[in-house]
């Protein structure tokens, strides 16, 4: 029998997933390497890339895959050269200071046009200006500026495309025309043919070539179809609509809504992204790092694995015995204020574990979900205020939604359902669901949506603990702010 399917890769932020996915939307294969984003290099991560696809076997005559897409996490975008070499270069102190410069002179101009601030040493906005000025040999070399998901497709069919729900992150894009903010390329003196074409998702980039079939024994020309940004992608393995509110949880939460048209923050603390459907935009409020704070935990204190996390966490009260933990979540702020102590949230706060001495490792690992699931309410209320909107369920996708009481603790904390995809990696299934339309093996997105995507039972919240947690919110944002260092 014939197993076929689309083949998705997802570099995230936490490792490199390949997934064989099946018309039904049913992963049939899987393969996921771990790495490091702090630490992600291009020399590195490619041949883990490589490897994940390799491992999958997908070149026998037994597998049919009709089209392959490709998601990432956000931000990231690497500079290819002439030939099919990536350019290196360090970010220092100087590229900073001319990445403050930046933002000082065009950040708020760059932030309407593209709901993003140009964070220096980070965000293309902000770095490209510094390449161009300091080191223009580097820049004269360069033939194009591509992310993360978009370098991948290059590397398997030699085509260099965008599309804005990648591009939007460089904070040189225009949400509204979902094209390259040509004004502000002008002003910036940076050369305009290094920016890809913006094609829409699900288009063809093109096919993959011999040398990467001979790689990773995929069949040569099989066609590979424009994904998009990995939070977007997981906003469509949830069939997520207008004005429903999501979150993506994976090594960050993002915290989002989609939009009939973009909203902007007056205050200009969240992102306003471009969706994969034309005429979407999303509202953005990121809790930050809460899978990685998990993941420190399980292995700073040595749990074999998330299964013992989540049984020891679960046998501790609610309220983890008055521990609180602030390990990198946050209630959004990607404003210029705070990045320096913070990289982005509201308040600089210093990671710190607080409320008891020598908490054992069971309260630790509890705090930790309960304080992820009080930023992610946190920044629902921040969506809230700035959209006006408001919800009575959150569809909640990605790694964490693999914790059972995880998700309870969410729901208690919110005291609203928690839904969760039958298929929990939402990002693979939206991006197989790009590739299934793009095929043509469906004949619209949402004949591949209605196909592929479907929802166990909601996760309800329980009052008399939803009021208990309420309180715990609130003590949870009032030490937040004690021990900030503003
Ligand atoms: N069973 C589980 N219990 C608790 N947490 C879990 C479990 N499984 C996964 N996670 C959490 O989910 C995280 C990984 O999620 P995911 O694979 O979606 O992230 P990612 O794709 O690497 O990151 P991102 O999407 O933010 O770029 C882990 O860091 C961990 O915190
Ligand atoms: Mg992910």
Known sequence: MVDDGFLVIDAGSGSVKSFLVNPRGVITRHVEISWDRETWTTQEGWPMIVNSIKRLELGSSEIHIHGVSVTSMREEFILVDEGDGEIQYSLSPESNSHGEMTLKRYGTLMYDASGHWPVPNWIAGAVLPWINKEHPELMRRTRSVLMLSDWVNYKLTGETFTDGTSACETALFDVMRNDWNWSIIDELNLPSTIFPEVIASSSRVGEITQRIAQTTGLPQGTPVFMGGADTQCGLLGMGVKDGEVTAVGGTTTPVQMITGSPIFDEKRRTWTNNHLIGNEWILESNAGYTGRAVRWAREE???????????????????????????????????????????????????????????????????????????????????????????????????????????????????????????????????????????????????????????????????????EYSKQYHKWLETRKRISKL
């Not at 046998?315 to 946050?330: A, D, E, K, W």
């Not at 308040?347 to 008891?356: D, E, W």
């Not at 969506?383 to 919800?391: H, P």
């Open 301 to 467: 204190y040595g749990f074999i694995d998330y299964i013992h996390l989540n049984r020891e966490a679960g046998l501790i009260p609610i309220g983890s015995n008055g521990v609180l933990s602030y390990l990198g979540c946050h209630i959004f702020d990607s404003g210029p204020k705070y990045w320096e102590t913070d990289k982005l949230g509201d308040l600089p706060v210093p990671h710190t574990i607080t409320g008891k001495d020598a908490p054992s490792r069971a309260e630790v690992a509890r705090s930790v979900l309960e304080s992820n699931s009080y930023a992610v309410r946190g920044n629902l209320e921040q969506l809230k205020e700035i959209s006006g909107a408001d919800f009575d369920y959150i569809k909640f996708c990605g790694g964490n939604s693999k914790s059972v009481l995880w998700m309870q603790i969410q729901a208690d904390v919110l005291g609203v359902p928690v839904r969760i995809p039958e298929i929990r990696d939402g990002t693979a299934i939206g991006t197989a669901v790009l590739a299934a339309f793009g095929s043509g093996y469906y004949g619209s997105i949402d004949e591949a949506v209605s196909a592929m995507v479907r929802f166990r039972d909601a996760v309800l919240p329980d009052k008399k603990r939803h009021n």
